[in-house]
C-alpha cells in the first residue's frame, strides 16, 4: 500500500525548498502533498505522515484546529543549506553584512547557524520589517531567500535560499515512512558529498590550495567532524581542529608532513594510503569508536577523509548504528517497541518513564524472555543521556577472569595477551551514558565487591593500574534470580542488592498478560513478512491456552516457525509445531480456559459501542462530534478526528454503519451482538 505524507511550512519559498529536499531522498511511491500558511489553508491536516517546517507553524494549526492529533508528525529542525555559501565563505574577515529575515527570531537563529558551521569572523547586523533603532549600514545582505525584504542601499545580496531540514530530522522521516534501512547509504553518502563539494567549490574559485585549506577549516571546525586532506604520497595538506582533537594531536604545524608522522595507528594509516580502500570503516583510536570515510578528489589529485566521533553522531548515521548495534553501543528500542496494552506492562512501562527522568541505579527483575533488554534501552532513550553510549554487558556469557577486565579495562603488561596501550574498560567507555548489567545475578562475589565500589564512588581504576578516573554513568542491572532470596544464602551481596534496587521495576511473565497475545502475533507478523496473514479462530484458542513459561521470546518464536512451514496466506492448527517445541517439559496444552467468542475488539471500541447503542435508544444522533463529547473526563478522552478514525475501523469490522442525515451512525446486528455478550472477550487488535 502506498503511503502519503504531508508537508506544511510557513511561507511558499519554505514549502518549495522542502518540497524538493524529501522528494530527494523519498521513493516514488510515497505520495507528497504540501501547503504553505501564506497561501491559505481552509481544511484539517491529516496524512500518514505529516511533517511541519517549524513549532510555530505547529502551533498555528493546532490553534485553528486544522491538525488531525491522531496522525503521526515530525516538527522539522532546519540548519543551513551548504550549497549556497560559497560567496560568504570567501568574504574577508570583519567585514559587515546585514543579515536580512522575515521577522526577528529566524534571523538572529540564522545568524547563530552560521557561527556555529564556522563562519564566526564576519559582522553580522541583524535587519527584519519592523526593527527598532538605527540601522548600521553594510554595502552587503545575506538572507535565506527574503530578497524582497532586503534595504535599498545594499549594493550585493548573497541568497542562502531557505532553511533546509537537518540531517536529524531527514533521519527520522525515514525512520516512520520504514525506509532508513533502504535510504542508509545515499543518505549518509548525499551528507558527506556536500562536504566535498564545498572543497571543490572552493579550491575552483580559488584557484590556491592555501585558501582552501583556510576556509575548509573554517567552516568544517563547526560540523564536529573531523577533515583530513592529504595527496597520493600521504602529504597532508589539511588537518582541522576537530582532528587534532580526535587523534590528540598537539599544536604543531602539520602542513606538508606525511600522514605516518602525524597518524599512529597502522590500520588507519593502511586505510588512508591504500588507492582502493574509499568508503567508510570504523577504527578504535585510543579508546574512542571513530568513523572514518575516504573520498578522491580528482582535482588536483586529492583525497578527503571526514572523521567521525561514533559516541556524538551513533544517532545519525544509520549505517555506523548497524554496526555498533553488533558491539553493544547503541540503544536500539524506545517505549514505542514494548507492545502490549495490559494493565501489568502499561504499569511497568509508567513506572520505568518515570524513573527514565532521574538518574538513580535501576533494577529490572523478570523471567527469561520479558523483555528486560527492551525496557533497559528503552529508559535509556527516554532519560537525559539519551545522546551519551548505550553498553550492554550479559555476564551469563563471559568467564568470570573476563568480567572485570572488561567492566574495567585494563594497562599495558596486565597479563598475557594485553593490548599494546591498555584497554578503556566498558564503564570508561559508556562515560556520559548508560551501562546495562544483563543476569547481574551470574557475578561473583569478588565482581560484586568491585562493583559495589564503583556505585559509590564513581571512580574506576583498571587493572594493575594506578590511575582513578572518574566516570559518570547509569547503572541499569537485570536479572531472572530471585536476587532476595540469593541474599538470605549469603551468595549475593545486600549492600549491593539494595544499591541496584533504589529503581525498582518489575516486568510480568506473558501468561500474566494473556490480553497482549493477539496484539504481540499480530506485531511479530508484520516483522516477519509483508504478507497479509488470517489466523484461525481455534489456533489462536489454542495458542491462549499455553502459558508461555518461555514468554515473549517464546511466542515470536513460534509465529516465526508457523509462517515458515504454513502453505498459502493462513496460520491453522496443523502450523503449529510438536510439543517438543515449547519450552521445557510443559504441555502446550496445559490449563485450558474457557472458550472465548470470535470476536476481538479493544475496550476503547466497545465504550464506543455502547456509546452508539445509547444514543440510539435515546433518539439522537450519534455522530463524530457528539460523540467525541461523550468521552470527555473518561479514560478514552479523544478528538473528533481521533473519533473519525475509530468510527472507520469499526466500520470496516462491519459492527457499525455510517448514515448521512438525521440518521448519524448506528450499530449493525453484529455490534449489537457484541453488547449483548456477556463473556465478550477484548483485545486490541
Known sequence: MKKSITLVTGSEHTRATLLSQLREYLTDDILISSYAEDGGINHVISDDLIILSSESVEQDLLALDLLDTSCERVVAKRTINYDYIDEIVLLPPNTDVLMVNDSEEPTYSTIKMLKKIGINYLNYIPYYPGIKGKIKKADIAITPGEIDKVPSFVKKIIDIKARIMDFQTIAEILNKLDLLDEKAGIFSEKYLR???????????????????????????????????????????????????????????????????????????????????????????????????????LNQDNLIIAVFKNVKETMEANDRLRRELVNKGFYAKYTFEDIVGNSESIIKAKKISCKLADSDITILLEGESGTGKELFASSIHNESKRKKGPFLAVNFSALPDELIESELFGYEEGAFTGAKKGGKAGIFELADGGTIFLDEIGDISLKVQARLLRVLQE????????????????????????????????????????????????????????????????????????????????????????????????????????????????????????????FYGTHNFYHEVEQKKPNIYISEEELFILKKIEELNREGRIAGREILSHETESTRYEMTKYQMRGRLDKLEQNGLIVKKRGRHGTVLTDKGRKIICEENIYALQR
Request: proline share 1%.
Open 194 to 296: 556536500k562536504i566535498i563539494n564545498i572543497a571543490k567549490r572552493l579550491a575552483i574559485s580559488t584557484n590556491d590550495i592555501s585558501q582552501l585549506n583556510k576556509h575548509l577549516n573554517l567552516v568544517l571546525d563547526g560540523l564536529n567532524d573531523g577533515l583530513l586532506v592529504y595527496d597520493s604520497h600521504g602529504v597532508i595538506s589539511v588537518l582541522n581542529e576537530n582532528l587534532k582533537r580526535i587523534l590528540n594531536i598537539s599544536n604543531v604545524n602539520i602542513k606538508a608532513k606525511s600522514l605516518k608522522k602525524i597518524i599512529h595507528n597502522n590500520g588507519l594509516v593502511e586505510f588512508l594510503t591504500m588507492e582502493a580502500a574509499f568508503g567508510e570503516r570504523v577504527f578504535n583510536i585510543d579508546g574512542i569508536e571513530v568513523l572514518v570515510s575516504k573520498f578522491s
Open 458 to 581: 564513581k571512580e574506576v581504576m583498571r587493572i594493575s593500574g594506578s590511575e582513578i578516573r572518574s566516570v559518570d554513568v547509569r547503572i541499569i542491572a537485570a536479572t531472572n534470580k530471585d536476587l532476595a532470596q540469593m541474599v538470605r544464602e549469603k551468595r549475593f551481596r545486600e549492600d549491593l542488592y539494595f544499591r541496584l534496587k533504589m529503581g525498582y521495576i518489575h516486568i510480568p511473565p506473558l501468561r500474566e498478560r494473556k490480553r497482549d497475545i493477539y496484539e504481540l502475533i499480530n506485531h511479530f507478523i508484520k516483522e516477519a513478512t509483508s504478507e497479509d496473514i488470517i489466523i484461525t479462530r481455534d489456533v489462536l484458542d489454542e495458542l491462549l491456552k499455553y502459558n508461555w513459561f518461555g514468554n515473549v521470546r517464546e511466542l515470536k518464536n513460534i509465529i516465526v516457525y508457523m509462517l515458515a512451514v504454513k502453505d498459502g496466506s493462513m496460520l491453522t492448527l496443523k502450523d503449529i509445531p510438536d510439543r517438543g517445541f
